[in-house]
């Protein structure tokens, strides 16, 4: 018996305009750049700016309102008001992409250094994988996913919806399993592994295996990572059938491995970036700018405005200019125009937005540089500005900030907070460095447990609990202490 039923549901659905902005918003600025010449050559009416005849000069930057939606572009020339296009704006040739030029020449044209090529240098091996079109999307998600240990700390699934939202391809997380797997085996080895775990089995399998202590490691790691981590000894032997020197060779082997692939591979020397932001103190006030680097004004071309003219003059006298074919490639070019320059302003205000809203959750760090970072997240700068977190986090996602102090990731800024006895707040950042430096200054024959370092951080006057040590040095992808130990082996 067929049942039939209805039930009432709400959704949101993105219009064209709304997933165009998003995509634009994703995009650093060199990406940015290569995006606008891009559009510039499949669409006929955009033109630079630079080029507006001087009687139009002076509209050039008059404010539109974008709101206003043309006609769907299979109405019919009929039901299509022309009139009511050219109404939208005074002068359509003067829809114009606003850009910051900045007042220094040399800071906006001069390539900054990073901190680090990572992502550059696994984007070169690229090549020797022989990618298919769908795994180099893959790919690059990953790869724009490695933290700065060198570890991928997203779920599979995110990248799979990732690619699907931005790209319109469909993947399976097998899919990027078996693109991880090949990335995971380029130069660093172990870089994009999930936990330390996968990091050293990794290394391990890329090792010859003559290699002493190699297939003991492995096995050990697989089927006794527990045993291994608590260094049960006598357990592990009777586990895996091996002998005392056997193990004593695989922990040796595996105390040898990188346990931090993204550290210490590379100099900030070796790679160069633009940056999005440009944030300067001068006479007490900050000046931020919008980096525009090549990027040039837009508008919508004269000889095109003119044709668009001819059609509204003629429909006025019952005539019709030009054919069928040419209205319809009118309409349709020139909507795309205006949602492509409406989308880079929109771009534009909404990342000064947000980077004027960091700025001012972290004064004392761009008044003093390093040690003054306040704790800050997401959620905090949503709040500020009235947008979803999920706007802020494709801002932050990629994006670098010229400060007096050097370039920084915009992801630096943001970190929870922990309070000292004197009931100032902190950042968990600083926190990790502190642990880091402790782990790193250690006895490594008496390496400190997690507890002895919360005690130490208490002196300090941090009141950090033992788990909440334990979860930082896990992020650092620091072993626990019995890892740490020299081994030794009766």
Not at 78 to 102: F, N, P, S
Not at 321 to 344: C, G, M, P, Q, V
Not at 461 to 468: E, N, P, V, Y
């Amino acid at each position: 018996m067929l049942n039939l039923s209805q039930r009432l549901s709400q959704s949101q659905r993105l219009s064209p305009q709304q997933i165009q902005y998003i995509k634009l918003l994703q995009l650093p600025t060199l990406a940015l750049e290569q995006r606008i010449k891009a559009e510039m050559e499949i669409n006929p009416l955009l033109e630079e700016g630079e080029e507006v005849e001087e009687e139009f000069a002076e509209d050039s930057t008059e404010e539109h309102d974008y709101d206003d939606v043309v006609a769907e572009n299979e109405t019919s020339d009929d039901e299509y008001d022309w009139e009511e296009l050219m109404d939208q704006g005074d002068d359509l040739y003067g829809y114009k992409a606003c850009v910051d030029q900045g007042n220094d020449e040399d800071r906006r044209d001069t390539p900054m250094a990073s901190m680090t090529n990572m992502t550059e240098h696994l984007r070169d091996q690229l090549s020797f994988l022989h990618l298919s079109d769908d795994e180099l999307l893959i790919a690059e998600q990953i790869i724009g996913s490695i933290d700065e240990d060198g570890y991928l700390r997203r779920p599979l699934e995110s990248i799979v919806d990732d690619v699907a939202f931005n790209q319109g391809v469909l993947l399976s997380d097998q899919d990027v399993e078996d693109v991880l797997y090949r990335i995971q085996r380029l130069e660093p080895v172990g870089v994009a592994a999930r936990d330390l775990k996968e990091c050293l089995i990794v290394q391990l399998e890329m090792m010859p295996e003559e290699i002493l202590g190699r297939d003991v490691a492995i096995e050990m790691l697989k089927h006794a990572y527990k045993a291994f981590t608590m260094k049960h000894y006598d357990q592990i032997m009777r586990k895996l059938g091996v002998e005392g020197y056997e193990l004593k060779d695989a922990f040796e082997l595996i105390q040898r491995l990188n346990p931090k692939p993204g550290e210490g591979e590379f100099t900030a020397s070796e790679n160069y970036i633009t940056p999005d932001f440009t944030v300067r103190y001068e006479d007490e006030d900050f000046i931020i700018t919008l980096n525009s680097g090549n990027m040039p004004e837009l508008r919508v071309s004269r000889h095109y405005q003119q044709m668009l003219e001819q059609v509204v003059t003629d429909k006025k006298k019952g005539r019709t200019a030009y054919d069928s074919e040419t209205r319809t490639f009118l309409k349709s070019k020139f909507e795309s125009a205006r949602w492509f320059i409406n989308s880079i302003n929109q771009r534009r205000q909404t990342m000064l937005g947000v980077m004027q809203a960091i700025v001012s959750q972290q004064e004392d760090f761009f008044r003093l540089g390093e040690g003054n970072l306040r704790p800050m997240i997401l959620k905090d700068i949503a709040e500020i500005i009235g947008m979803d977190i999920s706007t802020i986090s494709r801002v932050v996602n990629g994006k670098y900030v010229q400060t007096d102090f050097g370039v920084y990731e915009l992801k630096h800024f943001f970190s929870e907070g922990l309070s000292t006895d004197s009931g100032e707040e902190v950042s968990n950042k600083e926190v990790k460095s502190l642990i880091d430096r402790i782990i790193s200054d250690e006895d490594k024959n008496k390496p400190l447990s997690d507890q002895h370092i919360a005690k130490l951080l208490e002196e300090k006057g941090f009141q950090i609990a033992r788990r909440t040590v334990t979860k930082y040095r896990e992020q650092l992808g620091v072993p626990v202490a019995r890892l740490r130990k020299e081994i030794v082996l009766s």
